[in-house]
């Protein structure tokens, strides 16, 4: 069992590149989100879905777009990339909302 | 908004001791509390997970309780070992608004 997969697990961006985080989970989990890391701030959630072909906003949502196709996957796309975006990105799965979190192993960005 | 505080923000202390990590939320609609571990560079580990009907959990060597009412939950650590050594966050699951709110964790460092 992977549980939850992100990749890649570092990335270097020039400011204005895009990119897509990606994330999978084999758990049949319906509830998948993504966070950043950042010191001195916590773990703030940028966008979240209950499941395949519903996602919303988190309390981060500004330069970043998702979309849930299928169960399994979540990517996260970074648009046009901002030095502010350099952060530690996690992505996060449950059954159902209430239920435990799984985390995956994170993604280190920085952009220059 | 909720606010998450964990004090200390950093702890050392001898291997064998015994040790207790505070949280505090403001707000206390959750429907649970989860403990993370996370070591450095690395995602986070699901330690325990507490429903809000709940007053404590246990595993191992861990001890985690809940009081919602008054909007704060502690990690016990009995007999403390330099593995345990790492960050712990502790994170309210709202009722409403579908996320996780973080603190900023405690570093613990236990000494071999």
């Known amino acids: 069992n992977a549980g939850v997969t992100q990749t890649p697990k570092f990335q270097v961006l020039k400011t204005g590149q895009s990119m897509t985080l990606q994330c999978a989970q084999d758990?049949?989990?319906?509830?998948m989100s993504w966070y950043r890391q950042d010191p001195g701030m916590g773990l703030r959630l940028i966008h979240y879905?209950?499941?395949?072909?519903?996602?919303d906003q988190g309390e981060v949502p500004n330069g970043y777009n998702v979309s849930r196709s299928t169960t399994e996957d979540f990517p996260l796309r970074l648009l046009s990339a901002a030095p502010s975006q350099t952060s530690v990105y996690f992505c996060?799965?449950?059954?159902?909302?209430?239920?435990?979190?799984?985390f995956g192993s994170g993604t280190r960005l920085t952009v220059v | 908004k909720q606010e998450v505080t964990q004090i200390p923000a950093a702890l050392s202390v001898p291997e064998g001791e015994n040790l207790v990590l505070n949280c505090s939320f403001t707000?206390?609609?959750?429907?649970?509390l989860q403990w993370f571990r996370q070591d450095p560079g690395k995602g986070l580990t699901s330690l325990l997970l507490i429903q809000s009907s709940q007053r404590e959990q246990t595993s191992g060597r861990l001890n985690a309780s809940l009081d919602k009412s008054s909007g704060r939950s502690t990690l016990y650590i009995a007999a403390s070992q330099p593995g345990d050594s790492a960050t712990y966050l502790c994170a309210p699951l709202q009722s409403y608004g579908n996320q996780f709110y973080f603190g900023t964790g405690t570093s613990l460092t236990v000494i071999p």
């Open positions: 758990m049949n989990h319906e509830y």
């Open positions: 996060a799965s449950s059954y159902l909302y209430a239920y435990g979190y799984t």
């Open positions: 707000d206390s609609a959750i429907y649970n």
């Open positions: 879905s209950v499941g395949a072909g519903i996602t």
